[in-house]
C-alpha cells in the first residue's frame, strides 16, 4: 500500500464521496440536467440547490451568492477577468502577492498584456504576506487585490481579515484564492471582508473538475463562458451535478471533522519537525505558529530533493519538491524563491502534505526512509567541507 | 557486485554524456566488480524508476541524481562503500 503525502497537489476521493456522487447519477431520483423542466431535470435542481447551501453554510455566505465551476483555476479566472471586464475601465491596476498560484499569477500576467497594470506584492521568509505593503501598493486605479488564504507550498494562512478590512477602507475588491484554505479552515466571508473567493473539491477529499467562486451580492463580472446562461448568466454549460454533490459532501465532512482532523495533523507535523533535530543541514521552511498542520516544507540541503522524491517515489511513498520541469531544466519555486530561500535550497526542498486519509503510521514510516535515503544521496552530493548548517545559514537564504 | 544503471534521454545531451564518461571511468578501475547498463528515458525498464529528468543515475537500485551530474568523488566512496558491503557478506 502507498503513502500518499502530496494532498496539496490533490487528494483521494472519499468514499463518502464517491457514494454521494454514484447517488446522483444512479439513485432512485435519476437527476440528470438541472436546466430540463421534467421531474429528472427538477431532482437534479434540488440537488444542486442542497450544495449550494451546504456550501454557503461553510463559508458564511448565502446560497445566490455560490457559482459553480469547473475548478479552482476556473473560478480564480472568473474572479480576476470577470472582475476586470465588468468594471469598463480601460486600464485597472491589480495588487497581487509574488506567493500566489500560477492561477492567478497566470492570469494577472495575461490581464497586464490586455491593458492592466499590477503590484507584486513580497512575502517574508515565513512566507507571509504584509497587509501593510498591500496598503502600500494599492493606488487610485487599484480595482481588485488578489490574495491566497493558505500558501499551497508552504501552508503559510495569510493574514486575509486585515488585508480585507484595508480593501474595504480603500473602496477595492477583494479576492482571496482559498483552494488550499477551505474545509481545513474555518472561512466566513464576512469576517474575511472578501467579495470573491475561490474554492476547489479536489483538495478535500472531493473529485477534480469541481470548483465555486464566491461572489458577494453586488459584485458584478462578466462571465468567462457564454451559452445557456446557467448559473445565474455567470458560468454557462450544464453544471456537473454528482461532481457538485460530492463537492458538497467533501465539504460537510471536513467540517465536520476539522477538529479531529487537526489533532492527527498536529502529531503527524511533530514527526516531521522532528527531522530538523535528527539531521544535520536541514530546515523546515513552515513555520508552525502560523502554518496549517498539514503542509511541511523542509529543506535537506545538499541532498538533491528530486532524486529524494524519486527514490520514496520507488518505495511507494509520494511527495512533491521545490523544483518543477520547465524546458527541459529544473526551475526553483517561485514561491520558495519570494521567501528568501537560495536556488540551491529551492533544489534541495520537499513539501510532506497531508489529507483526509494520512496516519501516523505512515509519516513514521516516512520520516525513516527520508533519513536513510538523504544520507546516502548526501554522500554523492553533499561536499566534504558543509559543516552542520543552522537554520539561518547563508546556504538556506539568500544573504 | 554493485549494479548501475544510467537512464539517458532519447537525444543524449552533454550531461548524459558526462554522466556515462563517469560511469566508465569507475568501470575501468573497479573491472569486473561492476555492471552496467545503459536505458533510454522511454524504455519500459526506465518506468520502473519513474523517471523525472534524465541523465538518472541508479546505484544498487537508489537513484542517486535525476537530471544533474553526480559529484565523482562521492559517487567513487559509494560504490567502494558498496562493493565493500557485498564482500563482507
Known sequence: ?399 | MVDIVLVVATRECNKCRACEAMVGRLLGKHPGELSFRKVRDDAPEADEFGVVMPPMLVVNGVLVTAGKIPDERGLGAMVERMLEGSKAT
Not at chain 1, 127 to 138: F, T, Y
Not at chain 1, 148 to 155: A, H, S, T
Not at chain 1, 206 to 225: C, E, F, N
Request: proline letters at 4%; one cysteine or more.
Open chain 1, 1 to 399: 500500500m502507498s503513502i500518499y503525502l502530496d494532498n496539496y497537489a490533490t487528494t483521494p476521493l472519499r468514499p463518502e464521496v464517491w457514494d454521494a456522487m454514484a447517488a446522483v447519477e444512479f439513485g432512485g431520483a435519476e437527476a440528470r440536467n438541472p436546466s430540463s423542466t421534467h421531474k429528472s431535470g427538477q431532482a437534479a435542481k434540488k440537488l444542486m440547490r442542497a450544495a449550494r447551501e451546504t456550501l454557503a453554510d461553510a463559508l458564511g455566505a448565502d446560497a445566490e451568492e455560490i457559482i459553480f465551476t469547473g475548478g479552482g483555476s476556473e473560478a480564480v479566472n472568473l474572479a480576476l477577468k470577470g472582475s476586470v471586464w465588468a468594471s469598463g475601465l480601460s486600464a485597472p491596476h491589480i495588487v497581487t502577492t509574488a506567493i500566489e498560484h500560477h492561477a492567478v499569477l497566470s492570469s494577472v500576467a495575461w490581464l497586464e498584456t490586455q491593458g492592466c497594470s499590477a503590484t507584486v506584492v513580497p512575502a517574508d521568509l515565513r512566507c507571509r504576506v504584509d497587509p501593510q505593503a498591500v496598503a502600500d501598493a494599492i493606488t487610485k486605479d487599484t480595482l481588485i487585490v488578489s490574495v491566497m488564504l493558505v500558501n499551497n507550498e508552504v501552508g503559510t494562512i495569510q493574514p486575509i481579515s486585515e488585508i480585507g478590512a484595508i480593501c474595504r477602507e480603500r473602496g477595492v475588491l477583494l479576492h482571496v484564492d482559498a483552494v488550499q484554505g477551505m474545509g481545513k479552515l474555518p472561512v466566513d466571508v464576512d469576517d474575511l471582508s472578501c467579495d470573491l473567493l475561490s474554492c476547489t473539491a479536489h483538495k478535500i477529499g472531493g473529485p477534480k473538475g469541481v470548483g465555486a467562486l464566491y461572489v458577494r451580492k453586488g459584485t458584478t463580472l462578466m462571465p468567462l463562458i457564454h451559452g445557456g446562461g446557467q448559473e445565474s448568466g455567470t458560468r454557462s454549460g450544464t453544471q456537473n451535478v454528482a461532481g457538485i454533490a460530492g463537492f458538497a459532501e467533501a465539504v460537510k465532512l471536513a467540517e465536520l471533522e476539522r477538529d479531529d482532523t487537526w489533532a492527527r495533523w498536529r502529531g503527524c507535523r511533530q514527526v516531521l519537525v522532528g527531522l530538523q533535530d535528527e539531521m544535520n543541514a536541514v530546515r523546515v521552511n513552515s513555520d508552525p505558529d502560523i502554518c496549517l498542520p498539514n503542509c511541511l516544507s523542509i529543506t535537506f540541503l545538499y541532498c538533491d530533493a528530486m532524486a529524494l522524491a524519486t527514490n520514496l517515489s520507488m518505495r511507494g511513498i509520494y511527495v512533491s519538491t521545490g523544483s518543477a520541469c520547465s524546458s527541459g531544466d529544473l526551475e526553483p519555486s517561485h514561491v520558495l524563491k519570494a521567501m528568501g530561500l537560495s536556488d540551491v535550497a529551492c533544489h534541495c526542498t520537499v513539501r510532506f502534505s497531508l489529507g483526509w486519509s494520512t496516519t501516523r503510521d505512515q509519516v513514521e514510516t516516512t520520516v525513516a526512509a527520508v533519513k536513510e535515503l538523504v544520507d546516502m544521496l548526501r554522500e554523492v552530493t553533499m561536499p566534504e567541507e558543509l559543516g552542520k548548517c543552522g537554520a539561518d545559514c547563508p546556504c538556506f537564504v539568500k544573504a
